[in-house]
């Protein structure tokens, strides 16, 4: 292997796990405070995609408007998401919730079939086919902007998280939520936030790669397992081990998809979901430090 086909191995495989991890943070933010597995999160990835697409191609708008818009209409959804179903479900009803969350997905799923075919739709915008070049790598324009659009992402969610009143509430809300209660800081309010910027993160991850993949209803299913496996790996609740665990198996699905297969790559992530399973089921970053 010359190094030049290694370097463009690395910088795909960075690009991949960016991807990745936004969909695998947003899924454990959602964990972390609720204790929920929201099994609908690869649906809501797909109705940003579904959005971004009519967005960018029916309404005409910029690639640039289009992702704020998208982000902030997740956002919006997940706040009501929180408010109609998880609020019910958090604490000890685990199970329902997950039961919920399920139906959920086959609800909002189905009724994207529905409404507009199985038929995949490409999303233009006036990056499409333009291409990034340095140094012997070469890289669609688009591809880049959503690994860029993954490190701006995570690095306002963890200034958030460390330096603001907000969240640091959300910390102590994760922690102990009855502590919290305790020291004033409303878990309900601080619950619809983490809700409402989870599903911003896949909506951010469904405008990002509606240009870069074709759009289609069940784009979500898929998606949301590799998404699970990476949360595992991390670690269930750790936001940053989930962003830790993406860019390693972004790096491990670069090198051995081209070295070998993608089936093989695949197969690898999910026996290492099931070692860590069995021989450190807190996950390698361990849940213990989550957000």
Do not use: C
Request: glycine share 10%; no cysteine; charged share 10%.
């Amino acid at each position: 292997m010359d190094a030049e086909f290694a370097l463009q191995l690395l910088v795909n495989g960075l690009t991949i796990g960016l991807i990745y991890a936004l969909v695998a943070s947003g899924l454990s933010l959602v964990f972390g405070i609720l204790n929920i597995v929201n099994f609908a999160h690869g649906e809501f990835y797909m109705l940003g995609a579904m959005l971004a697409y009519f967005v960018a191609g029916t309404l005409g708008m910029s690639y640039w408007v289009t992702v704020v818009v998208v982000v902030l209409a997740a956002g919006a959804i997940g706040a009501l998401l929180y408010d109609i179903l998880l609020q019910r479900f958090e604490g000890s009803n685990v199970e329902r919730g997950v039961l919920a969350t399920l139906g959920l997905s086959m609800v909002l799923q189905n009724g994207a079939i529905f409404l507009f075919s199985t038929t995949p739709r490409l999303t233009r915008t006036e990056y499409s086919f333009k291409i990034w070049e340095f140094a012997g790598v070469t890289l669609p324009l688009t591809r880049l902007f959503a690994a860029v659009l993954s490190v701006i992402a995570f690095a306002l969610t963890w200034w958030a998280l460390q330096a603001t009143q907000t969240g640091r509430a959300i910390r102590g809300v994760s922690q102990n939520r009855e502590a919290a209660l305790m020291v004033g800081i409303d878990p309900k309010r601080v619950s619809r936030i983490a809700v409402a910027a989870g599903i911003a993160f896949a909506g951010l991850a469904g405008a990002a790669l509606a240009p870069v993949y074709s759009v289609h209803p069940t784009m979500g299913f898929a998606f949301v397992f590799k998404a699970f496996a990476i949360v595992i790996i991390g670690g269930l609740g750790n936001f940053q081990g989930a962003a830790l665990a993406a860019l390693l198996v972004g790096m491990v699905e670069s090198f051995v998809g081209a070295l070998a297969s993608l089936v093989i790559a695949d197969a690898i992530t999910f026996a290492t979901m099931l070692l860590v399973l069995l021989m450190r089921p807190e996950g390698l970053f361990g849940r213990g430090v989550r957000l």
